[in-house]
């Protein structure tokens, strides 16, 4: 079975991107993962444990989990055999 590889693009993208944005405001009002962002921060250039840095996480996250999850959909794409047809 082959994978859709837009849809995918999409999935990942949400779902990373709205994990960075909640954690950073999580981490806002209670310091939990601080340290974590911080390395995030360094990775994202524009990005801080801030309410505007967790919207610029929102769309690097969306960026970076979609061409991520591109990526493995043509590798597994490449590799994945078709079921002949019954």
Do not use: Q
Not at 15 to 44: E, H, M, Q
Not at 56 to 65: N, S
């Amino acid at each position: 079975m082959k994978l859709h590889l837009t849809a995918l693009g999409f999935a990942a993208g949400i779902i990373w991107g709205v994990c960075l944005f909640v954690i950073t405001l999580v981490s806002l009002s209670s310091g939990y993962g601080d340290k974590l962002l911080k390395g995030v921060a360094s990775i994202y250039p524009g990005y801080s444990v801030t309410v505007g840095g967790s919207f610029i996480g929102l769309l690097y996250g969306f960026v970076d989990g979609f061409i991520c999850a591109l990526i493995f959909g043509l590798i597994y794409n490449a590799i994945a055999k078709e079921k002949p047809s019954a």
